[in-house]
């Protein structure tokens, strides 16, 4: 194996005729190939999303020994505050994963860092922006109907998660652009650190110096933050030579353009964050609305777990068709698509199928009160169609954020999901009076599903060859060519 900085260009095809030759190869050959180009991201991809999603169950498992009102707290202000502006944010920093990887295809390496800076710049004023959420998070909580003692517990928490909100905008910057240059090892190793540290400071904050809820809020600050700089020091001290070639006044250019382009990744991405968390704000509506949203919550837990894998194959297939795309070859970036989707699906059909032979015991992990048990069971067939649907759809959603399409994707989403899918789930959930199936029935078939058949349908009719030349079209658009870094790029490449 080579080494982790090397710019792994034998592996990505850079010319057409390059593909070409390995056409030219029996299938099974270069779906074998293809196939470790994913798993080389979709491995630490699995391993680094798994890392953060526990950082935050460590914490809610430590702040749950405090008491009820101190673990309502907290998840509230993870899943509601935090929750909301994670959705945005993250999405927004997704233009790094179309603009970094067609760069990095095209050989433009020097415009990477540039890409990146120009995302901290926008990410940090677009957190000023979203700060009221946390400043005023006890009114808005309480408007919602929390309970007075959870929405002002819940306010303190916020308040001190704001280092948290800062440093995404700085880590999810870094995860992509690191990311597009396939070193997600380092994504990786830094993760596990990230996860040692929150459950050291967890204890230390909650058991030892007995800083209650406030020390559960640090450790998640401080862990955050350790990603951060882990990720930054790998890439700043020789970690990546060929794109970051320090800090530059060209990051202040072009602003107003790539500003739009992270909107429409926000808006894109964040619709679809936003989806499920309204599901279960809805189930609060329904007659019997503990022992439903008990049962619910159990179902997206698994369902949380189980999507770090689709997730992945996110990551993986808009690293993979935008560094094609960048480097010219269409046809590569239709194979790729081709395979991350048959190889996510049949881990979702594995998935679907083990939730449905165990439909009425998996829910023994979390409870063992039977009125819960069976609700769970009653929903196992919901769940086990959401995984397998979402096995497909976000491989699909890569392919338009290796692709850049996110602007016209992020209709297609509000279409299915708010137009279609959330009054569908209204309709049979609380009209019909089919209550929590009802709701999450209409939302799965009325959005999700007709969602990944029209993703399907425009992925399928697209015309790979074009979207190449768009590709070329976009980088030279996006880059200003500093010819001294672009002499560096090609003699580093030659070495």
Known sequence: MGSINEPLLPESKTTEVGFKDEEKKDLSSRVWIESKKLWRIVGPAIFSRLASYTMNVVTQAFAGHLGEVELAAISIANT??????????????????????????AKRYHMLGIYMQRSWIVLVLCCFLLLPFYVFATPLLKLIGQPDDV?????????????????FAFQFPLHRFLQSQLKNIVIAWVSLVGLLVNVLTS????????????????????????LVFGLYSYAAFGGCPLTWHGFSIEAFSGLWEFLKLSAASGVMLCLENWYYRILILMTGFLQNATLAVDALSICMTINGWESMIPLAFFASTGVRVA??????????AQFSTIVSVIQSSVIGIFFCALIMILHDKYAYLFTSTTE????????????????LLN???????????????????????????????????LL???????????????????????????????????????EA???????????????????????????
Request: glycine fraction near 12%.
């Open 428 to 466: 049979m959930g609380l009209v019909f009076d089919l209550g929590v199936v009802g709701i999450w029935g209409g939302m799965i078939f009325g959005g999700t599903a007709i969602q990944t058949v029209i993703l399907a349908i425009i992925t399928a009719r697209c015309d790979w060859e074009k």
């Open 203 to 226: 204890w230390l904050f909650v058991y030892v110096l007995d800083f209650g809820l406030v020390g559960a809020a640090l450790a998640l600050d401080i862990s955050w933050w350790v």
């Open 80 to 105: 509601v505050i935090v929750g909301f502006n994670f959705g945005l944010l993250l999405g927004m920093a997704s233009a790094l994963e179309t603009l970094c990887g067609q760069a990095f295809g």
């Open 323 to 332: 560094n094609e795309l960048g480097a010219g070859n269409g046809k590569a």
């Open 469 to 495: 030349e768009k590709a070329s079209i976009r980088v030279n658009k996006w880059s200003s060519p500093n010819p001294q870094d672009e002499e560096k790029d090609q003699s580093e490449v030659q070495q």
């Open 151 to 167: 929405a002002e517990a819940s306010g303190v928490v916020a308040c001190w998660l704001i280092p948290l909100h800062f440093s």
């Open 372 to 387: 819960v048990l069976e609700a769970v069971d009653k929903l196992s067939v919901l769940l086990a169609a959401t995984i």
């Open 391 to 425: 096995s497909v759809q976000p491989v699909l959603s890569g392919v338009a954020v290796g692709s850049g399409w996110q602007a016209w994707f992020a209709y297609i989403n509000l279409g299915c999901y708010y137009v279609v899918g959330l009054p569908l789930g």
